[in-house]
């Protein structure tokens, strides 16, 4: 038999060794957002509760903000909380997307645990979030001043994405603008 | 201390396996007696600490030792005694325990019947499997503990996965791992053979039978998963190109190549370092689906809990097992003596086109499973069924088409037109039932018509090898019927089984019918010419769920029938599960699974008519119940390196 | 890996676990549903590990059932239907990747496999052919087998 035929299996091995070790640090669950650099979809939703002013795409302009999807019903948003109560603090705009579920739970969750947002739009129907590419809450965006979606942040922020991901993009972004 | 004693029985069992893995390699090379010796006793000493380890864990798990992680994660005192046992291997580390085991039971049988084998060759082999089994007992020990403590411990465990609670649980993981750790057997003579640099008909003659052993285990394995999540998941999938159920089908597939080459290598001395590659690739597939399965590159239904560390400290397995292995064979293979020689047209050239079809199918299944590892962003790739659909099934076609061929050769120089003639009947016939099916059926469903034929066509043709023998008509066919050795009777069984399983293939993709309704009891619905009517809805309490049980009455023109089908809630875990009711029937299934209940009484129902969905299965177990009959006959041979070669005349025979 | 869990979790606490495809999503028009039957079977659910949306029970595969029969009833074409969740989701919603630049490999692979397999397969057995056929004895050969005739044991 051929010496170099002999050697084929040996180098396909190695490059197959080679793609599973890069492959070994990757979530493969995660889904990368289509939005990325594009203009955020279109959408008005109504406020929580009445009388408190809804969202819509229109309203996140002129400067970076964070675009966070939650719910009652969502046990993680819970544990990210406190985070984005601390943020808001700091004076980060955050604005929050209610996603599937009644206003008034919204409404009532943000009474218990406070309300770090600018302004929450209720998306009872999870059009919306849907049109953002959702998986599940809570799903965290980078918009930039003219509107574009820049990152997406997928689970909860923890001081560990905040410090390392989002902080020094935010700053970036508030340098370009 | 049960767990304790389990821990100490690991460490002694992955210290024994080192101490193993040098008496032989060195032994051999040494040709000294005294080491070899120690080897083989060192393989049984081995099995007795695994073995040891396994009963602990075994008894912690039987017990409720929730003091043991492991047992306060995967287990609960309401489970029944069955499933806290089988649940012994329901985690990663409990199953990677199991994995070891099985390595060491095919070792320590080599040491105790290999006893005719070449004094090297046995300790070569015996010095590569404690070389794989140490690498795994280390994995095991400093990465996947089974024994680790949790303090305090908690009164009761965390619930088993109640998809897992189920007889299937019990049977599929270990047959399957026979099935899997089995080719480490050809792979420890492939690179026993690579070390001494040369294949003698003892060597051919050994890995046959573990060849085949590992083959029908793999294959009562697959199937047994197959069946299992066709009636567990609720909803009559039986295959769903999963990941996890991919990398299964990898080794079986080259297993199947390396069967039929092994063959020829045994029979006729040809394809020497194609088998020992063949029989590389094939554990080492194993091994990468071993890989697959704990290290989270690829996201499956059935994952375990995954581990990156883990998966480092495997590739790092893979990397030595099948690296060096690769290694050697580009070294060694060039210098070994070829193969025996053959025309295109014969035996041999029939099981080199089945070698290169089975081969593309692997690759087929492998490109698919591992394409969104291969390239970069690869995660917004997702492969799925309609993928296979489009490639493995175009390339299975062919292969399944020559088939019935191949046996009808001859060794070493066939010829075409005597083959085809002595296979007209079959051709004719499949050729005449596919028109007459798809004129019935109509043309839109012509190709599944097309699988039906096919699958008949390997049937017909799997009695034309025992006919073309028994030559009906000429005086003696008794004599001839009665004489005819077992492994054409197992050729003829699995080839068939292929048919059948074809057949089951193809009328599930054509006929298959489902409805989906809010019934109410007393209601009736039609499914596909039965009459399905739902009497009425019980609670029920199960030893640790409870449940919605339904009560439906199916008529069909084969008479009535009562199916059961219940949506059961396992309180512990909080997780739902339907149990579905199957009326199973030669010519199909009925398959009924209930959903939620609404609060007017009714309830969501789910049915379908599976046709000849059990023939998928049935295939398996005749085309393992040919293998099994094919090493009943070779056992007696196994080992008798000093019988004489076949008489002169024979190689009509297999 | 844990979020995936975590949101599996949190769905479960927000609905009681629903059914793959209810019997209130379905359409009327059977051909139609039959249509939007057969497309789901071809769409990846997103929250899931590997189902396709036709047999999760998870509430945003119910979503995405909704939208696609809304999306049927409006007219869509099958490909338009896939394309409104492709435009939110990406490519890994689709199970049967679109054959594109990056998986030229995964669609031509399997072929190129036996392509190029098919072409070693050739050359050897060619060659073994050649060596299989039996040839004429070398003039030395001759020699010896009369030799080994002639002489007895």
């Not at chain 3, 939208?67 to 199970?95: F, H, M, N, P, S």
């Amino acid at each position: 038999m051929n010496r170099a035929l002999a050697l084929i299996p040996v180098g396909l091995f190695a490059a197959l060794l080679v793609s599973f070790y890069f492959a070994l640090g990757r979530d493969p669950t995660h889904i990368p957002s289509v939005l990325i650099d594009k203009p955020l979809p279109g959408f008005s939703l109504p406020g929580v509760a009445a009388g408190t002013p809804g969202l819509s795409s229109h309203d996140l302009r002129g400067q970076p903000i964070l675009l966070n999807v939650f719910g009652s019903w969502c046990i993680s948003c819970v544990q990210e909380h406190p985070m984005l109560m601390e943020l808001a603090r700091e004076g980060v705009v955050i604005d929050g997307i209610d996603w599937r579920d009644q206003a008034i739970d919204g409404a009532k969750w943000l009474d218990q645990n406070g309300n770090p947002y600018a302004r929450v739009g209720n998306d009872k129907t999870g059009r919306t979030g849907i049109d953002l590419g959702v998986t599940g809450a809570p799903e965290t965006f980078v918009v930039d001043a003219r509107g574009r979606v820049r990152y997406k942040q997928i689970g909860p922020i923890d001081s560990d994405t905040w410090n390392n991901t989002l902080l020094p993009l935010l700053k970036k972004l508030r340098s370009e603008s | 201390m049960t767990a304790e004693i389990g821990q100490y029985s690991l460490i002694l069992a992955f210290l024994v396996a080192l101490v193993e893995t040098a008496a032989c390699l060195v032994g051999a090379g040494l040709r000294d007696r005294a080491l070899m010796a120690l080897g083989r006793t060192a393989s049984f000493l081995q099995l007795a600490f695994v073995g040891g380890a396994f009963i602990a864990l075994a008894a912690s798990f039987v017990n409720n030792d929730f003091s043991v992680t492991l047992v306060a994660e995967h287990s609960n005192t309401t489970q029944p005694l069955v499933y806290r046992f089988a649940g012994t291997w329901g985690s990663h580390e409990g199953s990677m325990l199991l994995w070891v085991l099985i390595l060491s039971l095919y070792s320590a049988a080599l040491a105790l019947f290999g006893t005719r084998l070449r004094e090297t060759l046995q300790a070569r082999v015996l010095g590569v499997q404690s070389f794989v089994a140490s690498a795994f007992l280390g994995f095991s020990l400093f990465t996947s503990n089974p024994f680790a403590r949790i303090s305090p411990a908690p009164i009761d465990g965390a619930e088993l996965n109640p998809l897992l609670q189920d007889p299937g649980l019990v049977f599929h993981p270990p047959i399957l791992y026979l099935g899997y750790v089995g080719f480490s057997m050809a792979f420890a003579f492939a690179i026993a053979a690579l070390i001494e640099g040369r294949v003698d008909a003892a060597w051919a003659r050994w890995i046959r039978p573990w060849v085949l052993g590992s083959w029908i285990f793999l294959t009562i394995g697959i199937a047994a998963g197959s069946w299992w999540s066709y009636y567990t998941l609720g909803w009559g999938g039986w295959w769903f190109w999963d990941p996890v159920e991919n990398v299964s089908l990898m080794p079986w597939l080259i297993g199947t190549a390396l069967l039929h080459s092994s063959l020829a290598l045994e029979r006729r001395g040809a394809l020497v370092s194609w088998t020992i590659l063949l029989a590389i690739l094939t554990f080492s597939l194993s091994l990468i689906g071993t890989f697959l399965v704990r290290s989270g590159v690829i996201s499956s239904v059935h994952a375990f809990a995954v581990d990156p560390e883990r998966g480092i400290y495997i590739l790092g397995i893979i990397a030595a097992l099948t690296g060096s292995a690769l290694v050697l064979y580009a070294w060694r293979v060039p210098a070994m003596r070829s193969g025996a020689m053959f025309q295109a047209i014969s035996r041999e050239g029939a099981i080199t086109l089945n070698n290169l079809f089975l081969i593309t199918l692997t690759a087929t299944v492998f490109v698919g499973t591992f394409y969104s590892v291969f390239i970069k962003d690869g995660q917004g790739i997702s492969v799925g069924p309609p993928y296979y659909n489009l490639t493995f099934i175009p390339l299975a076609v062919p292969l399944l088409l020559l088939v019935s061929f191949g046996p009808m050769m001859n060794w070493k120089r066939g010829d075409a037109g005597e083959v085809v003639r002595r296979l007209r009947w079959p051709i004719l016939g499949a050729l005449f039932l596919f028109g007459i099916f798809t004129a019935i059926f109509g043309i839109a469903r012509a190709g599944a018509m097309a699988g039906v034929a096919l699958g008949l066509f390997l049937i017909f043709g799997a009695f034309a090898v025992l006919a073309s023998r028994w030559r009906f008509g000429v005086q003696g066919v008794a004599h001839r019927i009665w004489s005819t050795p077992l492994p054409i009777w197992g050729l003829a069984l699995a080839h068939a089984g292929l048919g059948i399983t074809t057949i089951g293939i193809s009328a599930m993709s054509a006929f298959q019918t489902n409805v989906v309704v809010q019934m109410t009891p007393g209601q009736a619905v039609d499914l596909a010419g039965s009459r399905v009517t739902l009497d009425s809805i019980a609670h029920v309490q199960g030893p640790n769920y409870e449940a919605d049980r339904a009560f439906f009455n199916v008529e069909s023109s084969f008479g009535t029938r009562e199916l059961v089908s219940e949506k059961r809630f396992f309180p512990v875990s909080q997780t739902p599960m339907t149990k579905a009711g199957i009326g199973m029937g030669i010519f199909g299934n009925t398959y009924i699974s209930v959903g939620d209940r609404a609060n007017d009484g009714s309830i969501v129902v789910r049915m379908w008519d599976h046709p000849f969905v059990d023939w998928i299965w049935a295939g398996a177990v005749f085309m393992a119940l040919g293998g099994m009959i094919s090493l009943s006959d070779r056992r007696v041979r196994v080992g008798a390196a000093q019988k004489a070669e076949l008489p002169a005349g024979a190689t009509q025979t297999i | 890996m844990k979020r995936v869990s975590l949101i599996l979790l949190a769905f479960m606490a927000f609905a009681a676990p629903a059914f793959a495809v209810l019997p209130s999503e379905q359409l009327s028009d059977p051909k139609l549903e039959a249509r939007a039957r057969h497309i789901s079977q071809e769409l990846r659910c997103v929250v899931c590990q590997n189902q396709t949306i036709d047999d999760s029970d998870a509430p945003l595969a119910h979503d995405l059932r909704m939208i696609l029969r809304e999306r049927l009833l409006a007219g869509d074409t099958d490909e338009q239907a896939k394309a409104y969740l492709v435009k939110r989701y990406g490519t890994y919603v689709l199970l049967k990747p679109p054959f594109q630049a990056n998986t030229l490999l995964l669609w031509l692979g399997p072929f190129l496999v036996l392509i190029a397999g098919g072409a070693l397969v050739g050359l050897y057995l060619m060659g073994r052919g050649r060596l299989a056929a039996p040839s004429e004895l070398s003039a030395d050969e001759r020699a010896r087998l009369n030799t080994l005739l002639e002489t007895p044991e």
